[in-house]
């Protein structure tokens, strides 16, 4: 059986997110919570744009890759800290990217196409950044909203829902709006965005 470089790398970024020490619990069993997210990123890109180019699905699949390995709580407690932080995490999860697809065996304007998107350059102007950021919204929108919920006040979440919904295109608001959200969740997002 051949294995192309595709399939040589998104198995190659299963093992490194299976290695997450941090687990999460979905529909009574156990995984490692970065190889989740990833699983999710993956399957909603595909639903949502099913011809997506190899470039967005690696990106989508390593978007948080290895996402463990640099704390939050390594950085300053405040607004510039945490900005800083997911800088240097878009940047941590492009190299480790593409260190695997280099081994793979990709070309170089390849990868630094997948490195591009994982950084998210040019936003609302590359098509495939766009898609990409609304499928990291979407993936939010459906699975990590509740535990916000749970976190935080309700102006607070009105800011995280009216600023997650800023970030998306207006394919993303439809697809957003299509997601099977509970009740009060679902009056949450019709009020922080006055619908």
Not at 65 to 88: A, N, Q
Not at 142 to 154: A, I, R, S
Not at 158 to 168: A, E, G, Q, R
Request: hydrophobic share 35%; net charge positive.
């Amino acid at each position: 059986m051949t294995t192309t470089p595709f399939h040589k790398a998104m198995a190659w970024i299963d093992a490194e997110n299976a290695q997450d020490p941090n687990q999460e619990t979905f529909q009574s069993q156990s995984y490692s919570k970065e190889l989740l997210y990833s699983n999710r990123m993956f399957e909603r890109l595909l639903n949502f744009e099913p011809n997506a180019s190899q470039e967005i699905q690696i990106a989508a699949k390593a978007q948080h890759i290895c996402r463990w390995k640099i704390t939050r709580e390594s950085y300053p407690m405040d607004r510039v800290g945490y900005l800083k932080w997911r800088e240097d995490l878009k940047k941590f999860h492009a190299k480790t990217t593409a260190s695997i697809l280099e081994k793979a065996g990709y070309s170089e304007p390849f990868i630094a196409r997948v490195s591009f998107l994982i950084e998210k350059k040019l936003l609302k102007k590359d098509a495939e950044t766009q898609l990409l950021e609304d499928v990291i919204c979407l993936v939010f929108l459906e699975y990590y909203l509740n535990p916000f919920v749970q976190k935080h006040d309700k102006e607070k979440l009105k800011n995280i829902i009216l600023k997650t919904w800023n970030k998306m295109s207006e394919n993303g608001h439809t697809e957003a709006l299509k997601i099977k959200y509970s009740y009060e969740n679902l009056e949450l997002i019709k009020e922080s965005l006055g619908l």
